[in-house]
């Protein structure tokens, strides 16, 4: 009885994303926060970077490769992505049942005004460890009502004007009393070595096109340059030049399916001086050259 209502609840989902998943990829919605997401064959394991988010996925899997992690999110299981950080992932879906997922941006704005509204750390104590900036967490029946009531608003223009900012506050305060809140507290623990980092990423991402500074990152994160660097490491996985080289390559990679510019205009576009060192640094990451992109 409980699994035949776990699937039922889980058709309703399906039902609701697929009018608005009118293309493979990410689709737009009314609310600028929310996308849905459909992939409609397996698509290998390559690099990808996201927004920090939460990725609901009601039909199909996906596999998340993490350094040492894997992580597998699908119909039973949402991901949250508390850092913007580079990792692998991989994408299972068939023709007649493709993948079919919603995209929910974090507003840290939304998150603090939450976590003071709810007390803080008051009560729970934030891991003295880093976080983990990407885990899978189970979705159970308070967070699938959450989502599908949320879906059903992006139906209704109307509704979404008028309601729309509540059912994402609802839905957000439903993952801050889940087993994962931690990490997402720990993004607006305005002292904390995880919401410096978060700063310092935010900066690197609005400036990743210029020479690196590893000085004025460690000064947005409030820090020493070797503390910064020992914590963005810990956080990221990656050290900040290799953070910005594979955040450079992925924008690449966009601008190449996106824009159909030339190999050396998009070299330049992202920050390289040097295109024949781009290349070289793109076929190594995407094991194919820049100007293959598109037929890959």
């Known amino acids: 009885m409980l699994l035949t209502r776990h699937l039922d609840a889980n058709a309703t989902l399906v039902s609701l994303i697929q ?28 690099p990808q970077i996201y927004e920090p988010s939460l ?22 299981h949402y991901l949250i992505q508390a850092l913007s950080v580079p990792f692998e992932c991989e994408t299972f879906a068939m023709p007649d049942a493709p993948l079919l997922g919603v995209s929910i941006a974090i507003d840290r704005a939304l998150l ?5 509204a709810m007390g803080g750390a008051a009560g729970r104590s934030v891991q003295a460890q880093t976080p983990e900036s990407m885990t899978s967490v189970v979705l159970d029946d308070t ?28 839905l957000m305060f439903t993952v801050l009393r889940g087993p994962q809140a931690d990490v997402l507290r720990a993004l607006v623990e305005q002292h904390g070595q995880f919401a410096r980092i978060s700063a ?13 500074n590893v000085e004025t990152l460690a000064r947005c994160a409030n820090m020493s340059a070797s503390t910064f660097h020992e914590h963005f490491k810990r956080s990221t996985l990656l050290s900040p030049v290799q953070y910005l080289k594979r955040l450079r390559l992925l924008k690449a990679q966009q601008l190449l399916l996106g824009e159909g510019l030339g190999v050396a205009q998009v070299a ?15 076929k190594r990451y995407f094991e194919r050259n820049p100007g293959d992109e598109r037929a890959a």
């Open 55 to 76: 990725m609901i996925i009601v039909q199909g899997s996906k596999l998340a490769y993490l350094g040492p992690r894997t992580l597998e999110y699908g119909a039973g």
């Open 112 to 116: 603090g005004e939450l976590v003071l």
């Open 268 to 282: 330049h576009r992202v920050g390289y001086q040097s295109t024949s060192q781009f290349s070289r640094e793109y």
């Open 200 to 212: 310092s990423l935010n900066h690197l991402h609005e400036h990743y096109t210029e020479p690196l």
């Open 19 to 46: 009018p608005l998943a009118t293309r493979d990829g990410f689709v737009p919605t009314e609310l600028p926060e929310v996308k849905v997401l459909r992939a409609s064959c397996d698509v290998a394991r390559g």
């Open 143 to 170: 967070m699938r009502g959450c989502v599908e009531r949320l879906l059903h608003c992006l139906h209704d223009p109307l509704e979404c004007k008028v309601m729309g900012q509540a059912r994402l506050r609802e």
